[in-house]
């Protein structure tokens, strides 16, 4: 059992930035890639972001590419997720996911339970 927890979800205005936080529970985080999904109002649950177990490597959905960075401390078993020049289509339910396979684009081991972006035009 892997337990995630998202934070740093808000409303923020067009242009702004904002920083998403997970927090894993147990010791083999190091083995995980990680990766972010999220969820607009009314659309499937979509990839955002990825970094491999060790974060040699990471990946992004085009839309983001540019404007967010993944980024992850395994001493201190934490993944984030740095949004900048948000655009009203960010808004979504922000998930948190831990998976063995690598890329990070179709079904994660694990979810967290999701934090809310909100941003306003």
């Known amino acids: 059992q892997v337990q995630l927890v998202e934070s740093g979800g808000g409303l923020v205005q067009a242009g702004g930035s904002l920083r998403l936080s997970c927090a894993a529970s147990?010791?083999?985080?190091?083995?995980?890639?990680m990766g972010w999904f999220r969820q607009g109002p009314g659309k499937e649950r979509e990839f955002v972001a990825a970094?491999?177990?060790?974060?040699?490597?990471?990946y992004y959905e085009d839309s983001v590419k540019g404007r967010f960075t993944i980024s992850r401390d395994n001493a201190k078993n934490m993944v984030y997720l740095q949004m900048n020049t948000l655009k009203a289509e960010d808004t979504a339910v922000y998930y948190c996911?831990?998976?063995?396979?690598?890329?990070?684009?179709?079904?994660?081991?694990?979810w967290g339970q999701g934090t809310q972006v909100t941003v306003s035009s």
């Open positions: 996911a831990a998976d063995h396979l690598w890329p990070v684009t179709t079904i994660p081991d694990y």
């Open positions: 147990g010791r083999t985080f190091s083995d995980y890639n």
């Open positions: 970094i491999y177990r060790g974060g040699t490597l990471r």
